[in-house]
């Protein structure tokens, strides 16, 4: 995937959901089966952006000529303020970056162990093994905690995964543990250096009062980041009018984005887009990689 410019690609890209996961991390749907969804929204472009890797890209690409929607090759960045769990959005990477392949890859690898320890401690209460959670994990994804979630799930323990997720698997039960992840300033920077576009994730899911201070934003614009996703369906319409003042504020752009996960959560697939004139300015920006065009 050549860089591109926005005048080869922005003008014929409309709205677009940019916050969509695969198998490849948490989702539910092949990188493929992603495309075929957006069409039967109506969407014109969306952004694979899973965890930590760029692992469907390919698959993806090879969908967009018989679907007819665009792609924005991407990715969802972890990384973490002290005790607090902080995603970035990274378009238009190049996935073959040094810098930015080591720190992802030390993520999944913690990510990995972290996954384990906790089934340890879960199995300790539950029945529950870790070849219960392998059997939920596409091949090749990063296995997280949904994958846990839908073992338990699978195992009689939960409903559905957003109840193993409200019940043993919240932290006031004890089984969770953190996994390795560099501070958001280091991973905007880490973006940048990769060619590519950040944008902070659902900067107000956790409420008002978690919302990025002014002064942290400040080191995170001048390192870098183009923009907040104020339009997602898990931000707390509380924090929005604050979201909205800082990204005035900083001369941030505003994103939209469903952060779809297949039956992984109630999001609908285009429920929140981005405007075509912001996903331009993304393509113009982005270096790394182009989108792959119908």
Same mark, same amino acid.
């Given at each position: 995937?050549?860089?591109?410019?926005?005048?080869?690609?922005?003008?014929?890209?409309?709205?677009?959901?940019?916050?969509?996961?695969?198998?490849?991390?948490?989702?539910?749907?092949?990188?493929?089966?992603?495309?075929?969804?957006?069409?039967?929204?109506?969407?014109?472009?969306?952004?694979?952006?899973?965890?930590?890797?760029?692992?469907?890209?390919?698959?993806?690409?090879?969908?967009?000529?018989?679907?007819?929607?665009?792609?924005?090759?991407?990715?969802e960045l972890s990384t973490r303020e002290q005790y607090t769990?902080?995603?970035?959005?990274?378009?238009?990477?190049?996935?073959?970056?040094?810098?930015?392949?080591?720190?992802?890859?030390?993520? !999944?690898?913690?990510? *990995?162990? =972290?996954?384990?320890?906790?089934?340890?401690?879960? $199995?300790? +209460? /539950?029945?529950? &093994?870790?070849?219960?959670?392998?059997?939920?994990?596409?091949?090749?994804?990063?296995?997280?905690?949904?994958?846990?979630?839908?073992?338990?799930?699978?195992?009689?323990?939960?409903?559905?995964?957003?109840?193993?997720?409200?019940?043993?698997?919240?932290?006031?039960?004890?089984?969770?543990?953190?996994?390795?992840?560099?501070?958001?300033?280091?991973?905007?920077?880490?973006?940048?250096?990769?060619?590519?576009?950040?944008?902070?994730?659902?900067?107000?899911?956790?409420?008002?009062?978690?919302?990025?201070?002014?002064?942290?934003?400040?080191?995170?614009?001048?390192?870098?980041?183009?923009?907040?996703?104020?339009?997602?369906?898990?931000?707390?319409?509380?924090?929005?009018? !604050?979201?909205?003042? *800082?990204? =005035?504020?900083?001369?941030?752009?505003?994103?939209? $984005?469903? +952060? /779809?996960?297949? &039956?992984?959560?109630?999001?609908?697939?285009?429920?929140?887009?981005?405007?075509?004139?912001?996903?331009?300015?993304?393509?113009?920006?982005?270096?790394?990689?182009?989108?792959?065009?119908?």
């Open positions: 995937m050549a860089p591109s410019s926005a005048s080869e690609h922005g003008s014929v890209i409309g709205d677009a959901d940019l916050h969509v996961h695969s198998t490849v991390s948490d989702g539910t749907g092949a990188p493929a089966d992603l495309l075929v969804e957006a069409a039967e929204a109506g969407l014109s472009a969306i952004a694979l952006t899973d965890h930590d890797s760029t692992a469907g890209w390919a698959e993806a690409a090879a969908a967009v000529p018989a679907t007819g929607v665009a792609l924005i090759p991407g990715m769990s902080v995603h970035v959005l990274a378009y238009l990477i190049d996935p073959f970056d040094e810098g930015l392949l080591a720190e992802t890859t030390r993520i !999944r690898e913690s990510r *990995l162990t =972290r996954a384990e320890e906790i089934v340890r401690r879960i $199995s300790r +209460d /539950y029945p529950l &093994t870790w070849d219960d959670v392998l059997a939920q994990t596409a091949i090749g994804a990063t296995v997280g905690r949904p994958h846990i979630a839908d073992a338990l799930v699978a195992r009689g323990h939960a409903n559905t995964r957003s109840a193993a997720f409200a019940g043993i698997l919240h932290p006031r039960h004890g089984y969770a543990r953190p996994h390795y992840a560099p501070d958001p300033l280091t991973g905007v920077r880490l973006i940048r250096a990769a060619g590519g576009v950040p944008v902070l994730a659902h900067p107000g899911a956790r409420g008002e009062e978690y919302v990025v201070s002014p002064p942290r934003l400040r080191q995170l614009v001048d390192a870098g980041l183009f923009g907040l996703e104020i339009d997602h369906p898990e931000n707390d319409p509380a924090s929005k009018p !604050r979201l909205h003042a *800082l990204a =005035r504020e900083f001369g941030l752009a505003v994103t939209g $984005s469903s +952060d /779809y996960h297949g &039956t992984g959560k109630p999001n609908r697939l285009g429920e929140e887009r981005t405007r075509a004139d912001v996903v331009a300015r993304i393509i113009a920006e982005g270096t790394g990689s182009a989108p792959v065009l119908p």
